[in-house]
């Protein structure tokens, strides 16, 4: 059974880089046909995806966040990162990683892989 674990800061200056990076056990990230998804939910709201690292390298990513995303991997870490420029409050939410069959995921239910979540607040 794959598990994933986010990792990284849990506080965030604005104007910073949140980087945050997914672990990945008991699956391949380059494993075809998987699709590796961060997603957040800030306070009060619901999911939204960010974007996504397919089994094949290729890389997709919300067209409201594309100017200030990036999502990389380490194949022999079978880990897969998300950085996330020039950080606002409104950048504050749960982040989570999850292995999805399709490109955009922003539902429970288009995943059946998550990891637990990690809280990233934005604040000076």
């Known amino acids: 059974q794959v598990q994933l674990q986010e990792s990284g800061p849990g506080l965030v200056k604005p104007s910073q880089t949140l980087s945050l990076t997914c672990t990945v056990s008991?699956?391949?990230?380059?494993?075809?046909?998987?699709?590796w998804t961060w997603i957040r939910q800030p306070p009060g709201k619901g999911l939204e995806w960010m974007g996504t690292m397919s089994w094949s390298g290729s890389t997709n990513y919300s067209p409201s966040l594309k100017s200030r995303t990036s999502i990389s991997r380490d194949t022999s870490k079978n880990q897969f990162t998300l950085q996330l420029s020039s950080v606002t409050p409104e950048d504050t939410a749960v982040y989570y990683c999850?292995?999805?069959?399709?490109?955009?995921?922003?539902?429970?239910?288009?995943?059946?892989?998550w990891g637990q979540g990690t809280q990233v607040t934005v604040s000076s």
């Open positions: 999850a292995r999805a069959r399709i490109v955009i995921c922003a539902t429970r239910s288009c995943a059946d892989s």
């Open positions: 008991g699956g391949s990230i380059a494993q075809p046909y998987y699709h």
